[in-house]
């Protein structure tokens, strides 16, 4: 009876500590869901900006230079700012989807690992919305010489400038208010370490944990690596462990299902 009440007393305590970690991991996902659904929005107005405009001939000019140099200039900062924007939009979607299938369907102690890396991606994912953001406010102003007159331009060219200035001067003041020490921030590893008893696991192990339970030794891994040829040094996956670990769970699929009938 004891040993009965001793487990379920464990599970419950593994039950609310994931709960607490879920809630962190809900609020990283939630943020990447906002700016990935700004990103895409930003690079719908970046194809508009890159297909729709027509700039006018060279010959309007009294030197051909100046079309030419406004013309690379805009072209080059829209489509930077085109991929910088799809590439926070894929790079959310891959978060949002692997980690909620790793925090849900993972091993043990894989809520804290998948919160974990999407705390660790975001600073990539920000800075690439922050380049994408600012180079569409750039393109504004070269595109800006090549259509109106020179009063006009210079206006609008100065409203932009203006805008890129309030915008950084706006980030400066809403990092600053809501700033805080991150070594003074929640943490659960005591619950987790303690009576939890929740271990995260990294990737590389449980896909190693998941070779040795299906009955693959490391011996024939390593030896179809060394036949295909050595990877980089500091890869944590390997594509020929991942084929490895999905074929054996189609088999073992196909056998259950053979068992069953």
Known sequence: MLAADKLQLQSTLKQQATALKEKEFNLHHNNFMTVG????????LDVTMFIEFQPPPNEEWPFIVIPRVLKF???VCITSAFCANILVVSQTTILSVLGASLALRGPDGSMM????GLYQERAMVFKAFAVGLVLTISSVVSVVWLHLHWEASLACCLVALGTMMKMRSTYQRIVKKFDFDESLTVDFQDIFDGPAAIQAIPVRKIIAEGLRGMGVSSGSVSSERSAK???????DLNDEEIALV????MLNGQQSRFQTV
């Open 229 to 235: 040829g050595s990877r980089a040094a500091g890869m």
């Open 113 to 116: 690992t998948a919160t974990d």
């Open 246 to 249: 999905r074929r054996q769970r």
């Open 73 to 75: 200039v805009y072209y």
């Open 37 to 44: 659904t700004q990103a895409a929005v930003l690079a719908g």
